[in-house]
DNA sequence: ATTTTTGTTGGACGGCCGTCCAATAAAGAA
DNA sequence: TTCTTTATTGGACGGCCGTCCAACAAAAAT
């Protein structure tokens, strides 16, 4: 059986067992015999492709983080102005990929240890300094770059809170709503900067 | 040495050491003669107090819960109008005892499992719905019915995503900043909600 | 003083784990 | 063909785990 250039589509093959072993039976219990049998194949393989147990965990957070990115500049490419890039990047964050049942437990199973891994808190790092600087790059063209920090800040704690909240519950039902409380936030929050730049008032009636 | 009366104590001390052990090792490697080596007892003690490791996970969670919302009663109790009583809850949640190391593995390692496990789900679930129907009870009396839900949600989203953030980064350093975030999002959207009822108006220079 | 209740110990047991490794098999190189 | 390389297997090994339990100690009840 043995064709030469297997190992991408193994490394890939163990990575989607692991997602699902990971959703099935968590972080915990994914143990690396699971894994093997799930891909189909023997135990010994992932020793073969992964150091241990814990590249391959990384390797699978990494694989789910780029997916993320690659979503992100994808939509990023289609948005012209800056107030489109950021709902871009809203957007992506809430995008049908990341709302699956077998993301919400590896995301949230890597929540779970990152504090216990200095890799896998890497991954988590690199996510949130993406977010941020993606964000902090538009936002700095509509306001002024401490409004612009404080948005980006916001913005961010919103997507990872309503994210959160749909991962643990599965709600609310739609993922539409997330998306709009979102906007909703950034529209607020960029009206509010906006004004104390000067270039409107508001007036009670 | 027994005395009559140990159970309390005994819960305790082993919920203390669940936790320091949590902190240390995470979810995964927190076993049960780890506990109970740390809390100074055999590690017979952990089933004679707990039916098995479950359920002593499943205690340790709900005394964290039950700290929060200790916490939250009392700094209702001195707030007056419905504007107070919403950012009593934001500093309960934002409070000193939530910015705690050993806190924040405890909840995280709950986030990490609850998928996996009924009994954690529901300890997520009271506070879910704890938070949101506090919140909801006092942005009643100051918006619609519909903002006042939009609004809850959002405010619930913010805190957790910004509590997320800090407790995985530790950023930003001072707890103070998230409180503030939070309440500027309460005025933002508080504002815009209001002006919809259309008792204000903004216009543009 | 004795019996009962309550608290506590520490180790035995079976089981599953991650890792390692000798053996095998097929594909490509010679 | 023969040899080398790559892919793969599946079980052996040592170790740690959660659970269970027989034994013991001291306080309370009698």
């Known amino acids: 059986m043995p064709k030469l250039g297997m190992?991408?589509?193994?490394?890939?093959?163990?990575?989607?067992?692991a997602i699902a072993v990971?959703?099935?039976?968590?972080?915990?219990?994914?143990?690396?015999?699971?894994?093997?049998?799930?891909?189909?194949?023997?135990?010994?393989?992932?020793?073969?492709?992964?150091?241990?147990?814990?590249?391959?965990?990384?390797?699978?957070?990494?694989?789910?983080?780029?997916?993320?990115?690659?979503?992100?500049?994808?939509?990023?490419?289609?948005?012209?102005?800056?107030?489109?890039?950021?709902?871009?990047i809203i957007d992506a964050c809430f995008g049908d990929a990341q709302f699956d049942a077998q993301v919400f437990s590896a995301w949230l199973a890597l929540y779970g240890s990152a504090r216990q891994s200095s890799s896998l808190q890497r991954i988590l790092s690199i996510y949130h300094r993406r977010l941020r600087s993606s964000l902090l790059h538009d936002l700095k063209k509509m306001v002024s770059a401490a409004d612009a920090a404080r948005l980006a800040d916001g913005i961010a704690a919103m997507i990872d809170g309503l994210w959160l909240r749909y991962a643990l519950t599965g709600q609310p039902e739609d993922p539409e709503t997330p998306r709009a409380l979102t906007r909703d936030y950034f529209a607020a929050a960029h009206d509010q900067?906006?004004?104390?730049?000067?270039?409107s008032l508001r007036v009670a009636s």
Chains 1, 2 share one sequence.
Do not use: C, W
């Open 22 to 88: 990971i959703h099935e039976d968590g972080f915990n219990h994914a143990t690396v015999a699971r894994i093997a049998r799930r891909a189909g194949v023997s135990s010994g393989m992932v020793h073969h492709y992964f150091k241990d147990k814990d590249e391959l965990l990384f390797a699978t957070m990494r694989h789910l983080l780029s997916d993320l990115h690659a979503d992100a500049v994808l939509r990023l490419s289609a948005a012209q102005s800056p107030e489109a890039r950021v709902r871009a």
């Open 7 to 17: 190992a991408p589509i193994r490394r890939k093959q163990l990575i989607g067992a």
């Open 193 to 199: 900067a906006f004004n104390r730049r000067g270039k």
